[in-house]
């Protein structure tokens, strides 16, 4: 049984920063995509960054490149920065295990999921 538990959400001022992670356990495949979700209240729920087995991420196109998507060797721990946050990135976010190697950003492909960890942006 796969877990995935989210630390590191929390509240900040437009500008700042928050590291996220996520403890990955109970699983021995360790080639399948591990991501980042975020769902705002009212809204779907949207990829913003994956990560495949080598270490090589893919983010969503909102990103543009204040988010970076990193993971401990062993894949045991999944992280995701989040520098220069705006207040449309509060949300709470979660981190997935997809069913399938590369790091397709649709929450189809993704069976194992967190609880989630809330991430307010104020203005």
């Known amino acids: 049984q796969v877990q995935l538990v989210e630390s590191g959400g929390g509240s900040v001022k437009a500008g700042g920063s928050l590291r996220l992670s996520c403890a990955v356990s109970g699983y021995s495949s360790s080639d399948k995509c591990l991501a980042w979700f975020r769902q705002a209240p009212g809204k779907n729920r949207v990829g913003i960054a994956g990560?495949?087995?080598?270490?090589?991420?893919s983010y969503a196109h909102f990103v543009d490149g204040r988010f970076t998507i990193s993971q401990d060797n062993a894949r045991n721990t999944l992280y995701l920065q989040m520098n220069s946050l705006k207040p449309e990135d509060t949300a709470m976010y979660y981190c997935?295990?997809?069913?399938?190697?590369?790091?397709?950003?649709?929450?189809?492909?993704?069976?194992?999921w967190g609880q989630g960890t809330q991430v307010t942006v104020s203005s």
């Open positions: 997935a295990r997809s069913r399938v190697r590369t790091c397709y950003l649709g929450s189809d492909y993704y069976d194992d």
């Open positions: 990560i495949n087995r080598d270490g090589a991420p």
